[in-house]
């Protein structure tokens, strides 16, 4: 799976987010993580 974009609702103290794939500094990336503990919401719907 590609990510192209995520919107981001309600986790934490972010009530509205979204991450670019497609844009700096993302898109430059060789390499990213997207971490949390066991819960926090890491899974893609």
Known sequence: MILKKIHIHNI?????AEL????KP???ARLFLI???TGSG???C
Not at 12 to 16: K, P, T
């Open 20 to 23: 670019d794939f497609d844009q």
């Open 12 to 16: 934490a103290s972010l009530e509205n």
């Open 35 to 37: 971490c949390g503990d």
């Open 42 to 44: 890491k899974t893609p």
């Open 26 to 28: 993302l898109s430059t």
